[in-house]
């Protein structure tokens, strides 16, 4: 998490393709998942579309590529369902519509954001979610030892599905 680093430590990255993984017996497309944070407004983004923020602008500053998701529906994945509340300025991202539908609590549906697998299945990693009311921030990670079980002010609140590592 890039709360702390300064502008020089930001991570500068090109467009990278896809890469193709076999997962669950098929044959898999994946996209880089893009992860950026902007200190001004505490807000974690995440994305599949390198275009939107590049190595990053509008004061999201890119921490790398966060793991690979298939942009189309493979067997056994579900929608990532992409929201946003500008009252919050923050970004959610969930597999389960009924959260928050097509937009509530000041959330905004901003689509799919591309499809992960639900549980665990072999060349896939869990993505944790936290969540820190303080900041009203939403961060997802691969790497368990980013925050634990919780800590910088965020909780966590359980593993939101199942990704292609980036490595």
């Given amino acids: 998490m890039s709360k702390g680093k300064s502008s020089s430590e930001n991570l500068l990255i090109a467009q990278v393709p896809s890469i193709t993984r076999t997962i669950n017996g098929a ?3 994946a996209y880089p998942l893009y992860r950026y944070y902007n200190p001004s407004i505490v807000d974690h983004f ?17 921490e ?24 919050a300025t923050d970004h959610f991202y969930t597999t389960n519509f009924s959260e928050l539908g097509g937009g509530k609590n000041g959330y905004v549906f901003e689509g799919i954001a591309g499809y992960i697998y639900p549980r665990p299945i072999t060349n896939t990693l869990p993505v944790y979610r936290y969540y820190s009311s303080a900041g009203t921030d939403h961060f997802y ?9 919780g800590k910088n002010g965020y ?13």
Avoid: D
């Fill in 141 to 149: 990670t691969t790497n368990f030892s980013e925050l634990r079980g």
């Fill in 64 to 87: 790398g590529i966060a793991a690979y998701i298939s942009k189309l529906p493979y067997a056994g994945t579900l929608p990532l369902y992409r929201y946003y509340s500008s009252a």
């Fill in 155 to 167: 909780v966590f609140e359980g593993i939101a599905g199942y990704v292609i590592p980036s490595k």
């Fill in 27 to 29: 044959v898999v497309t």
């Fill in 46 to 62: 995440y994305t599949v579309n390198f275009g939107e923020l590049g190595n990053g602008k509008g004061g999201y500053v890119s």
